[in-house]
């Protein structure tokens, strides 16, 4: 790139001096890409007639035989017409006042054109005919000059303004994509943790409705559980995993164990909670559902939480604070042209990337970091399906919560037993709970909205956003070069300005990307290092060990354990699942997956 970036403005032929002509100048833009604001006077005619209408009005402005530039080329529709219509006083302008062989511009007229269009300042301050610029700070000239002091302080703050907004829209589409899709998934989770507490519902509404009431209570609980840990909250899955049986084996022993008239009293019901942990009336299914649910929740969070700080680094690198030098050096590369009536010079290719990556030196540093982010993204999103499946198991979980019923019904005399010594003998209350009133069509009907025909799953959506975000991997180690390419530079061929003149290439060395390749870097000087750039890579190491699975081991072997009272229906109930495409039912109550993802979640 260096060599290319280097001798990229090929010599011409004539002097520069004599007749070299500047490059066209850099697109305006309105804040949000590459438009221009609104036209003023009359639009050109639609399609091939708009093409040639540009075309003649750059024929007017550079004479007899030259090109229409690349920056005009190919734009159709309301961005050419705008484009072209703001370019056309400023074309007619400098054909009407060319600056003169010996580089002293005749007439600022062109100059004050661009100062009003750009709305910089009043005009009052603008000089109609070139003066001594002895006042100037930055661009010096031995020649007469349009600018004053003044003018160049308000051109240093537009040169700012207009490289932050460059690099605005060079990666807007990659924060829509992250942005887009991060709020898509949170949807997607919430609705699924919603869809997973409606079969568990159902379940007790279907097979256990004399205790349905009581539980769904609990139920609830503890899918509020589940959703405040998928979304950040620090909470313990063990715990509320383990809370939710606790508060469950009351009501069990109550209406499947030891039934009565009448309910247990609160008393009771509480030395229960206290001593399920020792009893274990569900056997080991509570520390089953503990490892899944921490090899499916955590990864699922760790993922929500990548994204979201995806969209904070590139904030974070939109709002770059410039040194003084860069300030200085895009002043000289965007504006100082101006000064000497060259309105429509761009900078050389070499001078535009010294330039640009002599500023962006610090952005640079976050490359190997950003491309190690979005490659252990792809990891994570590659190892999440089976017991890793959130989808699975959320879906799933009613099946084990039926299993764990089933064992403490299989059970109950020995728990009764055992119960007895703990609390002693049942301690009943005068009133009887109420049946189930749960209504499933009602729920059934609030969850229509997030179905769809197909049957794209959670596995297939990551996939694919990821295979996008996969484009993007190099995308801060390439961006000087993306945007001097692009947008910022001269064509090659073309005579360009390399800080003091319109020349035919630039003979200074080009300097690499980083913070130690600028140590030779001719037109901006880097000294330290940003803080804010440096907290930005920490989160990004931090996120990518969570990613990696630094923080889950703990349960990978959670569900190889097999013991507690009575463990044959443990024992047949694996409900894993290595099919990223689906998983079908088992006779315990195992589900496919049924999880499909709203239309309008996916549209970018």
Same mark, same amino acid.
């Given at each position: 790139?260096?060599? @290319?970036?280097?001798?990229?403005?090929?010599?011409?032929?004539?002097?520069?001096?004599?007749?070299?002509?500047?490059?066209?100048?850099?697109?305006?833009?309105?804040?949000?890409?590459?438009?221009?604001?609104?036209?003023?006077? @009359?639009?050109?005619?639609?399609?091939?007639?708009?093409?040639?209408?540009?075309?003649?009005c750059w024929q007017a402005a550079r004479g007899s035989g030259a090109?229409?530039?690349?920056?005009?080329?190919?734009?159709?529709?309301?961005?050419?017409?705008?484009?072209?219509?703001?370019?056309?006083?400023?074309?007619?302008?400098?054909?009407?006042?060319?600056?003169?062989?010996?580089?002293?511009?005749?007439?600022?007229?062109?100059?004050?054109?661009?100062?009003?269009?750009?709305?910089?300042?009043?005009?009052?301050?603008?000089?109609?005919?070139?003066?001594?610029?002895?006042?100037?700070?930055?661009?010096?000239?031995?020649?007469?000059?349009?600018?004053?002091?003044?003018?160049?302080?308000?051109?240093?703050?537009?040169?700012?303004?207009?490289?932050?907004?460059?690099?605005?829209?060079?990666?807007?589409?990659?924060?829509?994509?992250?942005?887009?899709?991060?709020?898509?998934?949170?949807?997607?989770?919430?609705?699924?943790?919603?869809?997973?507490?409606?079969?568990?519902?159902?379940?007790?509404?279907?097979?256990?409705?004399?205790?349905?009431?009581?539980?769904?209570?609990?139920?609830?609980?503890?899918?509020?559980?589940?959703?405040?840990?998928?979304?950040?909250?620090?909470?313990?899955?063990?715990?509320?995993?383990?809370?939710?049986?606790?508060?469950?084996?009351?009501?069990?022993?109550?209406?499947?164990?030891?039934?009565?008239?009448?309910?247990?009293?609160?008393e009771y019901a509480e030395c229960l909670q206290m001593a399920r942990?020792?009893?274990?009336?569900?056997?080991?299914?509570?520390?089953?559902?503990?490892?899944?649910?921490?090899?499916?929740?955590?990864?699922?969070?760790?993922?929500?939480?990548?994204?979201?700080?995806?969209?904070?680094?590139?904030?974070?690198?939109?709002?770059?604070?410039?040194?003084?030098?860069?300030?200085?050096?895009?002043?000289?590369?965007?504006?100082?042209?101006?000064?000497?009536?060259?309105?429509?010079?761009?900078?050389?290719?070499?001078?535009?990337?010294?330039?640009?990556?002599?500023?962006?030196?610090?952005?640079?540093?976050?490359?190997?970091?950003?491309?190690?982010?979005?490659?252990?993204?792809?990891?994570?999103?590659?190892?999440?399906?089976?017991?890793?499946?959130?989808?699975?198991?959320?879906?799933?979980?009613?099946?084990?919560?039926?299993?764990?019923?089933?064992?403490?019904?299989?059970?109950?005399?020995?728990?009764?037993?055992?119960?007895?010594?703990?609390?002693?003998?049942?301690?009943?209350?005068?009133?009887?709970?109420?049946?189930?009133?749960?209504?499933?069509?009602?729920?059934?009907?609030?969850?229509?909205?997030?179905?769809?025909?197909?049957?794209?799953?959670?596995?297939?959506?990551?996939?694919?956003?990821?295979?996008?975000?996969?484009?993007?991997?190099?995308f801060y180690g390439g961006l000087a070069d993306q945007l001097c390419?692009?947008?910022?530079?001269?064509?090659?061929?073309?005579?360009?300005?390399?800080?003091?003149?319109?020349?035919?290439?630039?003979?200074?060395?080009?300097?690499?990307?980083?913070?130690?390749?600028?140590?030779?870097?001719?037109?901006?000087?880097?000294?330290?290092?940003?803080?804010?750039?440096?907290?930005?890579?920490?989160?990004?190491?931090?996120?990518?060990?969570?990613?990696?699975?630094?923080?889950?081991?703990?349960?990978?072997?959670?569900?190889?354990?097999?013991?507690?009272?009575?463990?044959?229906?443990?024992?047949?109930?694996?409900?894993?699942?290595?099919?990223?495409?689906?998983?079908?039912?088992?006779?315990?109550?195992?589900?496919?997956?049924?999880?499909?993802?709203?239309?309008?979640?996916?549209?970018?």
């Open positions: 790139m260096m060599t @290319r970036a280097a001798g990229s403005q090929h010599p011409s032929s004539h002097s520069s001096a004599d007749s070299a002509l500047p490059a066209p100048m850099p697109l305006l833009t309105d804040g949000g890409g590459r438009g221009a604001p609104p036209a003023l006077g @009359r639009a050109p005619p639609a399609g091939g007639g708009g093409r040639r209408w540009r075309a003649a090109s229409e530039p690349r920056s005009l080329r190919g734009l159709t529709g309301m961005g050419a017409r705008s484009l072209s219509v703001l370019l056309l006083p400023l074309l007619l302008a400098a054909a009407a006042t060319p600056a003169p062989r010996d580089g002293e511009p005749r007439s600022c007229e062109a100059v004050r054109k661009v100062f009003q269009l750009r709305q910089l300042g009043s005009l009052r301050g603008v000089p109609e005919f070139p003066r001594a610029g002895v006042d100037l700070q930055v661009c010096t000239s031995k020649n007469p000059t349009c600018c004053t002091k003044k003018m160049e302080e308000r051109y240093q703050t537009a040169a700012k303004q207009d490289i932050q907004q460059v690099l605005q829209t060079s990666s807007a589409t990659l924060k829509f994509l992250i942005s887009h899709n991060a709020a898509a998934f949170q949807e997607t989770f919430e609705m699924l943790i919603k869809l997973a507490e409606n079969y568990t519902s159902t379940l007790f509404c279907n097979a256990y409705r004399n205790m349905a009431a009581e539980a769904a209570t609990h139920v609830q609980e503890f899918f509020t559980d589940v959703a405040l840990f998928v979304f950040g909250t620090d909470i313990s899955i063990e715990e509320f995993v383990n809370r939710f049986f606790d508060t469950l084996f009351p009501v069990v022993y109550n209406h499947m164990i030891n039934p009565g008239l009448t309910d247990v009293t609160l942990r020792d009893i274990r009336p569900f056997g080991n299914i509570p520390k089953k559902i503990i490892g899944r649910m921490g090899r499916s929740l955590l990864p699922s969070r760790n993922f929500l939480q990548a994204l979201n700080l995806g969209i904070e680094v590139i904030n974070t690198t939109d709002h770059l604070h410039f040194s003084k030098d860069c300030s200085r050096a895009l002043l000289r590369m965007q504006y100082c042209p101006h000064c000497q009536g060259l309105i429509l010079s761009k900078p050389c290719m070499g001078y535009c990337l010294n330039v640009i990556r002599g500023c962006l030196a610090y952005m640079a540093e976050v490359d190997l970091h950003w491309q190690r982010y979005i490659q252990s993204l792809e990891e994570l999103s590659s190892a999440m399906h089976g017991t890793y499946d959130v989808e699975h198991v959320l879906l799933n979980f009613h099946s084990l919560v039926n299993d764990a019923l089933m064992q403490a019904r299989v059970n109950g005399p020995e728990l009764t037993e055992q119960v007895k010594k703990v609390c002693g003998p049942p301690v009943r209350k005068s009133t009887q709970s109420p049946h189930c009133s749960f209504d499933q069509n009602k729920y059934n009907q609030g969850l229509k909205m997030f179905s769809r025909d197909s049957e794209e799953t959670l596995a297939s959506r990551r996939k694919e956003f990821i295979s996008h975000l996969r484009l993007y991997r190099a390419g692009n947008e910022l530079a001269a064509a090659d061929g073309l005579p360009c300005w390399n800080g003091e003149d319109v020349v035919k290439s630039y003979t200074h060395r080009v300097v690499g990307s980083g913070i130690k390749a600028q140590s030779g870097n001719p037109e901006v000087r880097v000294k330290g290092a940003d803080p804010v750039i440096n907290q930005i890579i920490d989160k990004l190491k931090h996120v990518i060990q969570l990613l990696r699975g630094k923080s889950f081991p703990k349960y990978d072997n959670w569900d190889l354990q097999q013991t507690g009272s009575g463990g044959s229906v443990d024992e047949q109930m694996s409900g894993d699942c290595d099919d990223e495409d689906g998983c079908r039912g088992s006779g315990s109550g195992e589900v496919r997956r049924v999880l499909k993802i709203t239309d309008f979640a996916w549209d970018f």
